[in-house]
């Protein structure tokens, strides 16, 4: 589920449709959270559908690290792509804003730790990377776990709109990882391993 301070808006020809903030979105709120209405496709579900279910899916889902696709109820499928993003996910099926975001601002995710198949080359932004490759998870963990350990103490200082989707068990590690008890899990527990033959 998206945070109920968005909406679908269209961004531009080239773009398409993106997710932006209608109220300010403080770093450390979680953006996104994996809800009892998404829905999880194994790669054998996938094969058996009609190609245009298969389009369907191939735009609007994310590779697990068990390798379904995901497929987002509502318009957090919709949350376009950044080199330089401000949410990014967690170990713990959920996304959290790494900075401020400002109304009218796009929530937008880096689809490189999103185990994309292929690479793409993505819209320009002026950033050293150019292009998403399938092990760029690999590559940048250390990085976006650093951003994710900069903000994630904020989670239990802020109102968290989504808190009531969350899994209860999730939460509570959440408590624990913010209170030193336990060590934060690394993104790269979302990697698809597949992909390493892919890459």
């Not at 401020?100 to 002026?126: A, H, K, M, W």
Request: charged content about 25%; overall charge negative; proline content about 6%.
């Amino acid at each position: 589920m998206i945070h109920p301070h968005t909406e679908l808006k269209f961004i531009s020809a080239e773009v398409g449709y993106g997710v932006v903030a209608t109220q300010f979105i403080p770093a450390g709120t979680i953006t996104w959270v994996l809800d009892k209405l998404d829905r999880e496709f194994s790669p054998a579900e996938f094969q058996a559908l009609e190609p245009i279910y298969q389009n369907i899916l191939d735009t609007y889902t994310f590779r697990n690290n068990q390798g379904n696709l995901v497929l987002c109820w509502d318009n957090g499928r919709f949350v376009n792509h950044s080199f330089n993003s401000n949410c990014l996910t967690t170990a713990y099926d959920f996304e959290i804003a790494i900075r401020d975001i400002q109304p009218g601002e796009q929530l937008t995710d880096d689809y490189g730790y999103l185990n994309i198949p292929y690479p793409f080359r993505g819209y320009d932004e002026g950033t050293r990377r150019k292009t998403v490759y399938p092990d760029d998870l690999l590559k940048y963990y250390k990085v976006w776990d650093n951003k994710i350990k900069k903000v994630f103490p904020r989670i239990l200082k802020l109102d968290q709109a989504l808190k009531p989707v969350m899994n209860p068990k999730t939460w509570d590690l959440v408590e624990k990882v913010v209170n030193g008890e336990v060590e934060m899990d690394s993104i790269l527990s979302n990697y698809f391993q597949d992909n390493r033959e892919k890459a």
